[in-house]
């Protein structure tokens, strides 16, 4: 009797733990070839100049039918780039070029059978569920995340504030502005440093003392 319980209580749970509207990944991808298509639509030569594709996140709208995507598409493209982005509070840099995404992230509307550069579409209210996505998906660096382990903490404040005191250097990704050069789309918010987490656009100590009050949730990002 136990035994029956126990396989009636494992059936409900597979019914129970992805809510209907979760994006689920799947070993198919399922809108490669229209990615194809619309690469060599934005400059690349064939099929063949795509590297890498993938399907991150899936989105469903209220009927249960899907209405977005969110991709990673990266193709040959002979010019290389250096610019970031601003994605909330996450910085998105690129040193190579991407065609058709600048950044490599784009989005496919289901729908409409569109793609739109990720950068393009982030901040407006087009894709409901967009930026609960990008965090999901861990897109990026946190601002004030030093020791890149996708984290706030009292080690980012411990880093600034050594490197303050001139006992380490900052990262060399930390210097945005300068290594990175160009901000995408040209309306996306300034960022100087990725140390930057006052947005003073200096680092000082000010950064450390923000890292502590976000590590101890008395600031939300």
């Given at each position: 009797m136990k035994r029956i319980i126990s396989v009636i209580t494992a059936i409900c749970l597979c019914f129970c733990i992805v809510p209907v509207s979760a994006a689920d990944t799947q070993e198919k991808l399922l809108f490669k070839d229209k990615f194809c298509r619309y690469a060599s639509w934005q400059g690349s030569k064939n099929y063949e100049d795509v590297l890498s594709y993938n399907e991150l996140y899936y989105h469903y709208d209220d009927n249960n039918d899907m209405d977005w995507v969110l991709?990673?598409?990266?193709?040959?493209?002979?010019?290389?780039?250096?610019?970031?982005?601003?994605?909330g509070n996450r910085v998105v840099t690129q040193c190579s070029g991407h065609v058709p995404f600048v950044l490599g992230y784009?989005?496919?509307d289901v729908k409409s059978d569109t793609f739109t550069d990720?950068?393009?579409?982030?901040?407006t209210n087009?894709?409901?569920g967009l930026k609960e996505a990008v965090e999901m998906q861990k897109i990026g660096t946190l601002i004030g995340d030093i020791n890149d382990d996708d984290m706030i903490s009292v080690?980012?404040?411990?880093?600034?504030?050594?490197?303050l005191a001139g006992l380490v250097d900052y990262p060399d990704i930390d210097?945005?502005?300068?290594?990175?050069?160009?901000?995408?789309?040209?309306?996306?918010?300034?960022?100087?440093?990725?140390s930057d987490t006052n947005k003073n656009g200096s680092r000082d100590i000010g950064d450390a003392t923000t890292v502590q009050k976000i590590a101890a949730k008395l600031i939300k990002i």
């Open positions: 991709v990673y598409g990266k193709t040959w493209y002979e010019t290389a780039q250096e610019v970031y982005t601003v994605l784009g989005v496919y990720l950068g393009l579409v982030y901040n087009r894709y409901k080690k980012d404040a411990t880093i600034i504030q050594k490197t210097d945005v502005a300068n290594r990175f050069k160009n901000a995408y789309p040209d309306h996306m918010p300034f960022v100087t440093y990725l």
